[in-house]
C-alpha cells in the first residue's frame, strides 16, 4: 500500500488549507468579478458624458450632445414641459501637449512628446485636456412662464453648465 494515493489524505489538506486562506480566496474572486465586470457601456452613449473618443483615443467636446442630454433631463422638471436648449460657447475644446525642451549653449529646442503605440502609430501625450466654456444658455419649454418653473430651470442649467442666472434666458414656448 505504500505506493498507492490516497484521496482522502489529499481532500482533507485541501480542506484545511481553504478553511485557513477562504477569506483570501474570496477577496480574489470578488477582484476577479469586479475585473470582469464593464466600467461604462460603450453601446450606450447616453453613459458617458457629453464628449466622444475618435480612433486615435481623442476626446471631443460636443456641444450637440451636452444640449441633448439638457434637454431630456430639464424635460423631466415638473410643469417644464418639452423643453429645448441651446448653448453657445466662448472657444473650441484645445488640449496642452507635453513638451520635451534641450538647451544647450547656442540654442534651445522644443518638441512635442510621442508615445508609440504599437504597428507604427504615435500620439502626443495630452497633460490637460481643456474644454470650452459656456457663454450663455436659452431654454424654450411651455412652462416658461410659470416664475416656479423658471427657478427650478435656472438652478438646473446652472449647476450643469456654471452660467450664472444673467446669461441663462428661459423662454415660454409657443
Not at 460636443?62 to 433631463?73: G, S, T
Not at 497633460?127 to 427657478?151: H, R, S, T
Amino acid at each position: 500500500m505504500k505506493g498507492t494515493f490516497h484521496w482522502e489524505r489529499l481532500t482533507q489538506r485541501a480542506a484545511a488549507l481553504f478553511q485557513k486562506y477562504k477569506y483570501v480566496l474570496v477577496v480574489i474572486a470578488a477582484g476577479i468579478i469586479l475585473l470582469l465586470l464593464p466600467f461604462r457601456s460603450e453601446d450606450n452613449p447616453a453613459a458617458g458624458d457629453a464628449e466622444t473618443r475618435t480612433e486615435r483615443g481623442e476626446t471631443v467636446f460636443q456641444v450637440e450632445e451636452m444640449e441633448r442630454r439638457l434637454e431630456q433631463a430639464l424635460s423631466r422638471v415638473d410643469g417644464a414641459g418639452e423643453v429645448t436648449v441651446v448653448l453657445t460657447v466662448k472657444s473650441g475644446a484645445r488640449q496642452i501637449l507635453a513638451q520635451d525642451s534641450s538647451r544647450s549653449a547656442e540654442e534651445s529646442a522644443t518638441s512635442t512628446v510621442v508615445v508609440s503605440t504599437g504597428s507604427g502609430t504615435e500620439n502626443a501625450v495630452v497633460v490637460q485636456q481643456i474644454y470650452p466654456q459656456y457663454q450663455g444658455a436659452l431654454v424654450v419649454c411651455p412652462g416658461g412662464g410659470d416664475p416656479a418653473v423658471c427657478l427650478k430651470l435656472m438652478d438646473a442649467v446652472s449647476a450643469l453648465t456654471g452660467l450664472g442666472a444673467d446669461k441663462i434666458s428661459i423662454c415660454k414656448s409657443k
